[in-house]
């Protein structure tokens, strides 16, 4: 028996037959890596949450404090007092709240161009139910306040023939 060694083979390259220059671009080394994610939808649910909370504490000066620039260039501190204190007048006390819907807002009116998220709450109140909507901007740390406004609910009418 002879020890002369087997010829080596070439072991074929995992993946695309073709694809040698983009083999870097695949690899498991090139992968995104996931990080903490202060825009991401999560974030602004539960920065939205944290708002709303807020103002069932009658807490209007700790929102205007914590909402972003922008809103606080566009409305006083007084004029958020008020407001607030207008639109929370006769619902009566809060039973439960669920968020409905978050929704993306491209360049919207009074506000700098740019992407903005509308988180969506129903709100059941003793005497109303209303929809919650918390306006969101994109900031360096994570979701900044901008908005804040209250409807009621559409109760549906029956189609009648």
């Known amino acids: 028996?002879?020890?002369v060694p087997?010829?080596?083979?070439?072991?074929?390259a995992a993946?695309?037959?073709?694809?040698?220059p983009f083999a870097s671009l695949l690899s498991?080394?090139?992968a995104p890596r996931l990080?903490?994610?202060?825009?991401?939808?999560?974030?602004?649910?539960?920065?939205?949450?944290?708002?709303?909370?807020?103002?069932?504490?009658r807490r209007a000066d700790a929102m205007w404090l914590e909402a972003g620039a922008m809103m606080q260039k566009l409305v006083s501190r007084p004029e958020w007092v008020r407001y607030l204190r207008k639109i929370r007048v006769?619902?009566?006390?809060?039973?439960?709240?669920?968020w409905f819907e978050v929704t993306r807002v491209r360049?919207?009116?009074?506000?700098?161009?740019?992407?903005?998220?509308?988180?969506?709450?129903?709100?059941h109140y003793t005497r109303a139910v209303i929809f919650e909507t918390v306006s969101l901007a994109p900031g360096g740390t994570g979701w900044l306040p901008v908005g804040?406004?209250?409807r009621p609910v559409q109760r549906e009418i029956p189609f009648v023939q």
């Not at 993946?15 to 040698?20: N, Y």
């Not at 006769?90 to 669920?98: A, I, S």
């Not at 360049?107 to 709100?123: E, M, R, S």
């Open 1 to 3: 028996m002879s020890s």
């Open 6 to 12: 087997a010829p080596a083979r070439k072991i074929p």
């Open 15 to 20: 993946g695309i037959p073709g694809a040698k």
């Open 28 to 30: 498991i080394s090139n």
């Open 35 to 57: 990080g903490p994610q202060p825009n991401s939808l999560d974030n602004a649910v539960s920065c939205a949450t944290h708002w709303v909370r807020m103002s069932d504490g």
């Open 90 to 98: 006769d619902r009566g006390l809060l039973v439960g709240r669920e």
């Open 107 to 123: 360049d919207p009116v009074g506000l700098p161009a740019g992407d903005y998220l509308n988180v969506i709450f129903v709100a």
């Open 148 to 150: 804040y406004v209250i």
